[in-house]
């Protein structure tokens, strides 16, 4: 399907992630006769091992069959598992397909009298055996079906399928990002030059509980951050043993060298005793005495206020 192009043969990066994700990896059961072109070799203990460069050349033909599609929610995505059901939301979000997460409705391409009845014009499964309702009424209503299959995935109503491990989660979820990115990637929304900035790990499934094991393990770090930091601030607390001791001076009178004790108090002076007859300093002397009381009410202005002549003190209007 690359047709020999160097930009759209499979990366290093890409093998060793799906090496990592243990992607080639099939069952040991023994490959079903359709799904035996796509097994490289089986090992002694019956696992069988999927070529990877025709996973990667059928991801290709699925991903130009889904960008040939115009408005991007005719494409219908289901996952009936719950591994795959993280990402297909991811996958419906990034690409903007119709995802079906959960239990399949049946009746939901063939009744159209049911609320949730869909017309798509592509569906795309996680699996073969657990989506078989949905890929039978596909069949009924005329509706291509791309499917992740295993070795021993049946191939009965699949037009597409990509051959990978869809037992494990960081499989599955591996292989709905590659696809998602090769789809923007032929709709011209990313570069191929550059790296998509969304990571793997987004698709991977995650157990609710080691979820909430983590979100502890975060509370219980930052309450510790939070303890130490007291201690940390009494240390290094330079500001109240320098700059307000004198220790960080430099701008002002009590303030000395770094390092150095700040200067003692001054002291206080005593008090002079009083004595009969001797004069006291103005700021001892008692401002109510001697002082006189004015009483406003009490004066006589001795003039008259309607008078507005200089002249005269005394006179009629």
């Known amino acids: 399907m690359s047709g020999g192009l160097d930009i759209l043969s499979i990366k290093e990066d890409d093998?060793?992630?799906?090496?990592?994700a243990e992607t080639h990896l099939g069952e040991t059961n023994g490959p079903d006769f359709q799904m035996a072109q796509?097994?490289?070799?089986?090992?002694?203990?019956?696992?069988?091992?999927?070529?990877?460069?025709?996973?990667?050349?059928?991801?290709?033909?699925?991903?130009?069959?889904?960008?040939?599609?115009?408005?991007p929610t005719d494409v219908c995505v289901l996952s009936n598992r719950t591994f795959g059901q993280r990402a297909i939301l991811k996958f419906a979000a990034h690409t903007g397909a119709v995802a079906v997460a959960g239990r399949f409705t049946p009746g939901?391409?063939?009744?159209?009298?049911?609320?949730?009845?869909?017309?798509?014009?592509?569906?795309?499964?996680?699996?073969?055996?657990?989506?078989h309702q949905a890929i039978?009424?596909?069949?009924?209503?005329?509706?291509?079906?791309?499917?992740?299959?295993?070795?021993n995935s049946p191939l009965?109503?699949?037009?597409?399928?990509?051959?990978?491990?869809?037992?494990g989660d960081n499989s599955l979820g591996l292989m709905w990002w590659m696809l998602a990115r090769e789809v923007l990637r032929l709709r011209g929304t990313i570069s191929r030059e550059t790296p998509w900035e969304v990571m793997p790990d987004l698709y991977f499934y995650r157990d609710p509980e080691e979820?909430?094991?983590?979100?502890?393990?975060l509370k219980e770090e930052t309450a510790d951050q939070w303890a130490e930091k007291p201690a940390a601030a009494a240390e290094d607390n330079w500001a109240t043993t320098d700059k307000w001791q004198g220790g960080g001076g430099g701008g002002g009178d009590t303030g000395g060298l770094p390092g150095q004790p700040p200067p003692p108090p001054p002291t206080?002076?005593?008090?002079?005793?009083?004595?009969?007859?001797?004069?006291?300093?103005?700021?001892?002397?008692?401002?109510?005495?001697?002082?006189?009381?004015?009483?406003?009410?009490?004066?006589?202005?001795?003039?008259?206020?309607?008078?507005?002549?200089?002249?005269?003190?005394?006179?009629?209007?």
Not at 114 to 126: H, I, T
């Open 15 to 20: 093998v060793t992630k799906m090496l990592a």
């Open 38 to 71: 796509y097994v490289f070799k089986v090992k002694t203990d019956g696992t069988a091992i999927i070529n990877v460069k025709k996973t990667w050349e059928k991801l290709l033909i699925a991903a130009r069959v889904i960008a040939a599609i115009e408005n």
């Open 108 to 131: 939901t391409f063939t009744n159209q009298i049911q609320a949730a009845f869909k017309e798509p014009r592509l569906l795309v499964v996680s699996d073969p055996r657990t989506d």
């Open 136 to 151: 039978t009424e596909a069949s009924y209503v005329n509706i291509p079906v791309i499917a992740l299959c295993n070795t």
């Open 156 to 167: 009965k109503y699949i037009d597409i399928a990509i051959p990978c491990n869809n037992n």
């Open 211 to 217: 979820a909430e094991h983590e979100e502890e393990e």
């Open 268 to 317: 206080a002076a005593s008090p002079t005793p009083f004595t009969h007859g001797t004069s006291t300093t103005t700021t001892d002397q008692d401002w109510n005495v001697g002082s006189k009381t004015e009483d406003w009410g009490a004066e006589d202005t001795g003039g008259d206020w309607g008078n507005t002549d200089p002249t005269t003190t005394t006179g009629e209007w």
